[in-house]
């Protein structure tokens, strides 16, 4: 499976501990799961939960969806553990938590060897000064905001409107751009009964950039996949940008007009790039199964 050019609106945690959860995922309208070993399992739980995530995988039936596996870090008691038990699974790739540098990543890029995949938690103030770094590693296809841990670290306030975290979200989508083709991941929105905060958050995330949003529970999948994907009328808008531009070229001109605003080469490749985006959702859902 591509990474880069999968969807990654919707990416839901489900714990590894909770089977009935995971069971659940098989059918749920999520364009990633995120099956967690780390922070939603107990300490004692740990190695049943471990068990359980290597026998569903080995179960199948998580259609096209991107299967994710959060395992422990490796500097704790658990996390070489997790990547015995997961290496040779059907996961498409593993999320490693409390990155603090691209060294860091490197002994599970080694475990994995060659096709590793590996998304990385941003989650500590020290990964966010590192973020170019972590982002161009060569295992590295992907960052996930870890936006609890990266409060708690800080010793900031939750705000509704994420003032305080901006240069740390706005440093991470900047990584992952700069960098070859690295998915950006939003953090979590805790209140998960709160649909309308949930929009708002999703909104701020798609406009600062990112891919997608982490999501802990299954009603927050259709908020988020509406938020990230490409409205009707942005296809649209595309699609006359597209043509527009591709008349003034027959013309003899290097600029376009649509709807009072100028159309330019790189608005026209942006509008390439949403209709990919578009056409690769739409494939992903008729196939999902
Ligand atoms: N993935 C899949 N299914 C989930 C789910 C998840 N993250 N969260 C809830 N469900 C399921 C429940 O199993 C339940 O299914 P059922 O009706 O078949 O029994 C259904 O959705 C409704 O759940 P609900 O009763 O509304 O929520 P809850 O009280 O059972 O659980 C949480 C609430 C927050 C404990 C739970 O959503 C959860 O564990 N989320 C993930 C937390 C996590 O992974 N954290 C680490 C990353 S921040
Ligand atoms: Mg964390």
């Known amino acids: 499976m591509e990474l880069s050019t999968h969807p990654f609106r919707s990416a839901l945690y489900v714990p590894g501990s909770k089977e009935r959860a995971i069971g659940k995922a098989r059918s749920l309208p999520a364009d990633a799961i995120i099956f967690d070993l780390e922070d939603a399992v107990a300490p004692d739980a740990k190695a049943g939960a471990r068990e359980t995530l290597a026998r569903e995988l080995e179960t199948g039936g998580f259609g096209n969806r991107v299967k994710i596996a959060r395992i422990n870090a490796l500097t704790s008691e ?11 699974s059907s996961v498409d790739a593993f999320l490693l938590p409390k990155v603090n540098a691209p060294s860091d990543v490197d002994a599970l890029a080694d475990m994995l060897g060659s096709d590793a995949r590996i998304l990385v938690m941003m989650e500590t103030p020290a990964s966010v000064f590192n973020a170019a770094e972590i982002a161009a590693h ?62 708002m958050e ?3 995330g798609r406009d600062l950039g990112f891919d997608g949003k982490t999501l802990i529970h299954p009603d927050q999948i259709g908020v988020a996949n509406a938020a990230f994907g490409p409205s009707k009328a942005e296809i649209e808008l595309a699609g006359r940008q597209i043509e527009a531009f591709e008349k003034s070229l027959e013309s003899g001109q290097g600029i376009a007009v649509v709807d009072g605003k100028i159309v330019e080469n790189l608005h026209v490749a942006a509008a390439r790039r949403l209709i990919s985006r578009a056409e690769a959702i739409s494939e992903m859902e008729v196939t999902r199964a």
Do not use: H
């Not at 996390?79 to 038990?85: I, K, P, R």
């Not at 996930?144 to 409107?161: E, F, H, Q, W, Y």
């Open 78 to 88: 658990w996390g070489f553990e997790d990547v015995m038990a997961l290496g040779g």
């Open 202 to 204: 999703c909104e701020q």
């Open 138 to 199: 060569s295992s590295v296809s992907g960052l996930v905001a870890g936006t609890n841990d990266l409060i708690k670290d800080l010793g900031c306030r939750s705000r509704p409107d994420r003032m305080q975290l901006l240069y740390a979200l706005q440093k991470i989508v900047m990584a992952a751009r700069a960098s070859r083709e690295v998915v950006a991941i939003d953090g979590v929105y805790n209140q998960f009964r709160d649909a309308e905060g949930l929009k």
